[in-house]
C-alpha cells in the first residue's frame, strides 16, 4: 500500500516554471512506476508523463514534451515534475499515481493508487 501526497501547486504566470512533488509514504516505493496526471474543470482526466520502476524509461504527453519532466528520488521515496514554459492550458489539478512494477503507463486504470491532487493555475 502506497500513499501519496502532492505539493508545489500555485498561481504563476505564463512562461514561468513550477516544481511539484509527490512524497509517497509506505513499503517499496522503488517497485511502483509513478505517473502524473491532470484534471482541468470540465474536462476528463489525461495523462502528463510517468517514469518506469527503473527509472530508465519515461513517458510523456504530447502537450508538454520538451517543456516539463519527471524525475524521482527513490531514496527519499519522492516524484517531481518540473514544469517550464507553462500556459495557461496547463491550469488544472494535478495528480500523482502509482503503479506496482508499472513501466511508465499513460493509461489511468493501470494506476492503483492516487494523491489528492495539487493546483495549478497559469494566468494569462
Known amino acids: 500500500q502506497v500513499q501519496l501526497v502532492e505539493s508545489g501547486g500555485g498561481l504563476v504566470q505564463t512562461g514561468d516554471s513550477l516544481r511539484l512533488s509527490c512524497a509517497a509514504s509506505?513499503?517499496?516505493?522503488?517497485?511502483?512506476?509513478m505517473g502524473w496526471f491532470r484534471q482541468a474543470p470540465g474536462k476528463e482526466r489525461e495523462f502528463v508523463a510517468a517514469?518506469?520502476?527503473?527509472?530508465?524509461?519515461?513517458n510523456y504527453a504530447n502537450s508538454v514534451k520538451d517543456r516539463f519532466i519527471i524525475s524521482r528520488d527513490n531514496t527519499k521515496n519522492m516524484v517531481y515534475l518540473q514544469m517550464n514554459s507553462l500556459k495557461p492550458e496547463d491550469t488544472a489539478v494535478y495528480y500523482c499515481?502509482?503503479?506496482?512494477w508499472g513501466s511508465g503507463s499513460a493509461s489511468a486504470s493501470s494506476y492503483e493508487h492516487w494523491g489528492q491532487g495539487t493546483q495549478v493555475t497559469v494566468s494569462s
Open positions: 499515481a502509482a503503479d506496482y
Open positions: 517514469i518506469a520502476v527503473n527509472s530508465r524509461n519515461t
Open positions: 509506505g513499503r517499496a516505493f522503488g517497485n511502483y512506476g
